[in-house]
């Protein structure tokens, strides 16, 4: 499977300010998915990423609050803008491979934020 | 609405024991289901099912799906303190999207 790495890791940031998460994959990967995990919940998916067009984003998620850009075929960028302590969450990429109909999808390490 | 629900929600055994997990869901467009191990950030690939009454197993683990009574189970022998761990189960939809159950919480005890 391919190989998924996230950056940064995990970070604590102020009220108001914004983080760009990043996700590299090491092969080309057909799609790519930003999902959301608040303390104590399950994943939650914010939007998919797509590739050369802008990001299709599920209800409760708009562009202003989470930009994403897809410029190729191996990375994709989360932003979390004007963040508030209800933005704390882990933050994760996950990629399905190029293949057959019923693809796996695998994720990335996870970014774990918090918001003061 | 499309939903699932896990059972159940935590349990506690001890080394040896066999476990059965339960994954059931209500979908209009079903792809596939998936069963993931999260034990810090990062979700686990587990299984994925497509086909009701397929088995899949992996080492100890094993998952089955019956599409006709919506459910699907993740059976885990011979449990380890390792296999301490959030289990997820998710529905693949139609776009390749999951919708994640709330996970059930397994701690093995030694």
């Known amino acids: 499977s391919a190989v998924i790495s996230q950056k940064p890791s995990r970070d604590i940031c102020q009220r108001g300010t914004s983080l760009t998460i990043q996700c590299q994959v090491d092969?080309?990967?057909?799609?790519m998915f930003w999902y959301r995990q608040q303390p104590g919940q399950s994943l939650t998916l914010i939007a998919t990423?797509?590739?050369?067009?802008?990001?299709?984003?599920e209800s409760g998620f708009v562009i202003d609050k989470f930009p994403i850009s897809r410029p190729n075929l191996t990375f994709s960028t989360l932003t979390v803008s004007n963040m508030s302590p209800e933005d704390s969450s882990i933050y994760l990429c996950?990629?399905?491979?190029?293949?057959?109909?019923?693809?796996?999808?695998?994720f990335g390490p996870g970014t774990r934020l918090t918001v003061l | 609405e499309d939903k699932v629900v896990q059972s159940p929600l935590s349990l506690v055994v001890h080394e040896g024991d066999t476990v059965t997990l339960n994954c059931s869901y209500e979908?209009?467009?079903?792809?596939?289901l998936l069963w993931y191990k999260q034990e810090k950030k990062a979700p686990t690939f587990l299984f994925m099912l497509?086909?009701?009454?397929i088995e899949k197993k992996s080492g100890r683990l094993s998952s089955i799906l019956d599409k006709k009574e919506l459910f699907s189970i993740l059976n885990i022998t011979a449990t380890q303190t390792g296999d301490s761990a959030v289990y997820l189960c998710?529905?693949?939809?139609?776009?390749?999207?999951?919708?994640f159950g709330a996970g059930t919480i397994l701690r093995v005890k030694s």
């Open positions: 996950s990629v399905e491979e190029a293949g057959g109909p019923f693809n796996e999808q695998f």
């Open positions: 092969s080309q990967v057909t799609m």
């Open positions: 990423a797509n590739q050369g067009s802008e990001a299709t984003y």
């Open positions: 979908v209009t467009n079903f792809r596939s």
């Open positions: 497509t086909s009701s009454g």
């Open positions: 998710a529905y693949m939809e139609y776009g390749n999207k999951l919708v």
